[in-house]
T-cell receptor, first 115, second 113 residues
């Protein structure tokens, strides 16, 4: 089983619908992230969390919200989905105690299509 | 907005050749630099990290860093078809926020048998 698991892996929805993407990890890492990837735009940080009580906005947080339900779980919500939120979404974790603070461990991705 | 620039490619090399991937960054205070590999339809995975000027070798991979020129590169020797992937350059910003990577858009590498 993957250390960082995302559900759903694929989702097609309509404009205005509420969508939740879920992420769970078994790596024991405190830091968790949500990124989106668009063709030609690379990976962009949406939100990040250092622990259950510490949640921070990334560079493109508008239109998104997150919830850190536990150390191992970090969910991303789109309250009212719009077509330009169609993208590939990645959850990631990192362990700052290991020294290599730039190493992110990614989930398999959730492909979201908003019609 | 701090930027990380990569040639989007595609970069096409024959099997056995050296592939050279380049990256420039705008934040002069950046301290940590990373190369991630992403196969089509898969998630990125870290293949190299470099923190000091010079070269760092790991098997067929060599990362090169020149902070004065704000330039980091990845060389892949004896390229194999299995190296065909998108390579993402990532940089940590100055100011100690080493958890907030800025990614380049990636360079697509194709190694032809």
């Amino acid at each position: 089983d993957a250390d960082v698991t995302q559900t759903p892996r694929n989702r097609i929805t309509k404009t205005g619908k509420r969508i939740m993407l879920e992420c769970s990890q078994t790596k024991g890492h405190d830091r968790m992230y949500w990124y989106r990837q668009d063709p030609g735009l690379g990976l962009r940080l949406i939100y990040y969390s250092f622990d259950v009580k510490d949640i921070n906005k990334g560079e493109i947080s508008d239109g998104y919200s997150v919830s850190r339900q536990a150390q191992a779980k970090f969910s991303l919500s789109l309250e009212s989905a719009i077509p330009n939120q169609t993208a590939l979404y990645f959850c990631a974790t990192s362990d700052p105690t290991g020294g290599n603070t730039g190493e992110l461990f990614f989930g398999e991705g959730s492909r979201l299509t908003v019609l | 907005q701090k930027e990380v620039e990569q040639n989007s490619g595609p970069l096409s090399v024959p099997e056995g050749a050296i592939a050279s991937l380049n990256c420039t960054y705008s934040d002069r205070g950046s301290q940590s630099f990373f190369w991630y590999r992403q196969y089509s339809g898969k998630s990125p995975e870290l293949i190299m990290s470099i923190y000091s000027n010079g070269d760092k070798e790991d098997g067929r991979f060599t990362a090169q860093l020149n902070k004065a020129s704000q330039y980091v590169s990845l060389l892949i020797r004896d390229s194999q078809p299995s190296d065909s992937a998108t390579y993402l350059c990532a940089v940590t910003p100055s100011g100690g926020s080493n958890y907030k990577l800025t990614f380049g858009k990636g360079t697509l590498l194709t190694v032809n048998p």
